[in-house]
C-alpha cells in the first residue's frame, strides 16, 4: 500500500513539474548533412564478436560531431565493459568522443548498479582515460573511479540544450514510475538538412508521445526519425528475476496488475504515425520480441533493425 502512495505522490510531482516546463521555440536550428547511429550497446547483434545486454550505449556522428548517448549496463561489472569491448572492435576510440550525453540515470545506461546508486557514470569497470569533454545530464552526475576527469565539465539541466550545430538536447520530461519512482529522462534530437528532426531516446521512460510533443514545440520541423528504447516490455522482458518480468513490474507508471500493455504500445504506434515518421528503429534492451514484432508490421519499409555493430545511416 505504501507503494501505492508514493505512486500516487510521484504521478503529482510529475505532472506538475510537465505542465510547468514551458520553453520557447528554438529559432532557425541548423542543421548537418549526415547522421549516423553505431549502436555499441544494446540487446540485439548480428556481429559474432559482439557482446550484447539489456543496456543502451549509442554512438551518434551528427557531421563531424561525435556524441556518445549512453554508456550500457555492464552487468557483470567486467573491464572490459561491453561497451569497451564493443568500443575496440569497431574501431572507436574514447578520443573520438566530443560529448557524452547521459538521458537518465538507471543502470543499463550509467554502466552499473553501483553507478546508479552513487549516481556516478562509468565506461568500463577498469582505468579509462576519459578525455576533457562536456557530459550532459538531466540530474547531478559524478565520474565514477575508473574514468576520473577534473576538467571534464558535467553539466546539468532540466532544460533543452544546444550541444552542437544541429545537436539538441529537447530537455528532460519526468515520469513517475512502480518502485523506481519519480524519473527524469532526456533525449537527443538531430536536425537532418532536407530531412527533419531524428530522435535518440535512451529508455523512453517519458512515452514518445511526449517526446514527439516536445520536439513539436520546440522546432518547426517535420519527425523524420525516432530511434532507441520505447520500454514496452509486453509479453516478454529482458531482465528477469524468476518468472517476474522486472522490466514491466517497475517501468511503469501504474500499479503492477495494470503495466504495460498491448493498448500502451498501439498508442505509441499511432502517436509515430501521426507525426509521419519515416524512419522508426526500436531497441530491444527494454521491449519484447512481441513489440518488436508489432512495429515491424506496422511501420514496413520504414523500420530499421537496431543493431549492436550495424550503423543507421540518415
Ligand atoms: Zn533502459
Ligand atoms: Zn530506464
Same mark, same amino acid.
Given at each position: 500500500?505504501?507503494?501505492?502512495?508514493?505512486?500516487?505522490?510521484?504521478?503529482?510531482?510529475?505532472?506538475?513539474?510537465?505542465?510547468?516546463?514551458?520553453?520557447?521555440?528554438?529559432?532557425?536550428?541548423?542543421?548537418? $548533412?549526415?547522421?549516423?547511429?553505431?549502436?555499441?550497446?544494446?540487446?540485439?547483434?548480428?556481429?559474432?564478436?559482439?557482446? +550484447?545486454?539489456?543496456?543502451? @550505449?549509442?554512438?551518434?556522428?551528427?557531421?563531424? #560531431?561525435?556524441? =556518445?548517448?549512453?554508456?550500457?549496463?555492464?552487468?557483470?561489472?567486467?573491464?572490459?565493459?561491453?561497451? =569497451?569491448?564493443?568500443?575496440?572492435?569497431?574501431?572507436?576510440?574514447?578520443?573520438? *568522443?566530443?560529448?557524452?550525453?547521459?538521458?537518465?540515470?538507471?543502470?543499463?545506461?550509467?554502466?552499473?548498479?553501483?553507478?546508479?546508486?552513487?549516481?556516478? #557514470?562509468?565506461?568500463?569497470?577498469?582505468?579509462?582515460? #576519459?578525455?576533457?569533454?562536456?557530459?550532459?545530464?538531466?540530474?547531478?552526475?559524478?565520474?565514477? %573511479?575508473?574514468?576520473?576527469?577534473?576538467?571534464?565539465?558535467?553539466?546539468? %539541466? =532540466?532544460?533543452?540544450?544546444?550541444?552542437?550545430?544541429?545537436?539538441? &538536447?529537447?530537455? %528532460?520530461?519526468?515520469?513517475?514510475?512502480?518502485?523506481?519512482?519519480?524519473?527524469?529522462?532526456?533525449?537527443?534530437?538531430?536536425?537532418?538538412?532536407?530531412?527533419?528532426?531524428?530522435?535518440?531516446?535512451?529508455?523512453?521512460?517519458?512515452?514518445?508521445?511526449?517526446?514527439?510533443?516536445?520536439? $513539436?514545440?520546440? #522546432?518547426?520541423?517535420?519527425?523524420?526519425?525516432?530511434?532507441?528504447?520505447?520500454?514496452?516490455?509486453?509479453? &516478454?522482458?529482458?531482465?528477469?528475476?524468476?518468472?517476474?518480468? *522486472? $522490466?514491466?513490474?517497475?517501468?511503469?507508471?501504474?500499479?503492477?496488475?495494470?503495466?504495460?500493455?498491448?493498448?500502451?504500445?498501439?498508442?505509441?504506434? $499511432?502517436?509515430? +504515425?501521426?507525426?509521419?515518421?519515416?524512419?522508426?528503429? =526500436?531497441?530491444?534492451?527494454?521491449?519484447?520480441?512481441?513489440?518488436?514484432?508489432?512495429?515491424?508490421?506496422?511501420?514496413? @519499409?520504414?523500420?530499421?533493425?537496431?543493431?549492436?555493430?550495424?550503423?543507421?545511416?540518415?
Amino acid at each position: 500500500m505504501i507503494t501505492g502512495v508514493k505512486l500516487m505522490v510521484d504521478r503529482r510531482r510529475a505532472e506538475k513539474a510537465r505542465n510547468e516546463r514551458e520553453y520557447a521555440p528554438i529559432e532557425h536550428p541548423e542543421a548537418v $548533412q549526415s547522421l549516423t547511429v553505431l549502436p555499441l550497446v544494446d540487446y540485439l547483434s548480428d556481429h559474432p564478436e559482439a557482446k +550484447t545486454e539489456p543496456g543502451v @550505449s549509442y554512438l551518434v556522428k551528427a557531421d563531424d #560531431f561525435t556524441v =556518445l548517448l549512453d554508456v550500457g549496463y555492464n552487468k557483470k561489472g567486467e573491464h572490459p565493459s561491453p561497451l =569497451l569491448h564493443n568500443m575496440n572492435l569497431f574501431g572507436v576510440n574514447i578520443n573520438d *568522443l566530443d560529448a557524452v550525453f547521459i538521458s537518465h540515470h538507471h543502470l543499463d545506461h550509467l554502466g552499473g548498479a553501483r553507478e546508479q546508486k552513487n549516481h556516478t #557514470f562509468s565506461i568500463s569497470h577498469g582505468p579509462v582515460d #576519459f578525455p576533457s569533454i562536456p557530459v550532459y545530464s538531466p540530474l547531478p552526475l559524478e565520474h565514477s %573511479s575508473y574514468n576520473p576527469n577534473p576538467d571534464s565539465d558535467i553539466r546539468v %539541466s =532540466l532544460d533543452p540544450v544546444k550541444i552542437a550545430p544541429g545537436v539538441y &538536447g529537447i530537455g %528532460s520530461i519526468p515520469r513517475a514510475l512502480y518502485l523506481m519512482g519519480y524519473t527524469e529522462e532526456q533525449a537527443l534530437a538531430v536536425n537532418v538538412a532536407g530531412k527533419g528532426l531524428v530522435l535518440i531516446i535512451g529508455c523512453g521512460h517519458q512515452t514518445v508521445e511526449r517526446v514527439i510533443e516536445r520536439a $513539436q514545440k520546440l #522546432f518547426d520541423l517535420p519527425i523524420y526519425g525516432v530511434i532507441g528504447g520505447l520500454h514496452f516490455p509486453v509479453h &516478454g522482458g529482458r531482465i528477469m528475476l524468476g518468472p517476474i518480468n *522486472l $522490466q514491466a513490474l517497475v517501468g511503469a507508471d501504474r500499479m503492477p496488475w495494470n503495466s504495460i500493455n498491448e493498448n500502451d504500445v498501439r498508442k505509441s504506434i $499511432q502517436a509515430i +504515425t501521426d507525426a509521419d515518421v519515416k524512419l522508426i528503429s =526500436l531497441s530491444a534492451h527494454d521491449s519484447s520480441d512481441w513489440s518488436i514484432d508489432y512495429f515491424k508490421e506496422s511501420f514496413g @519499409s520504414a523500420y530499421r533493425d537496431l543493431l549492436v555493430g550495424t550503423p543507421i545511416n540518415i
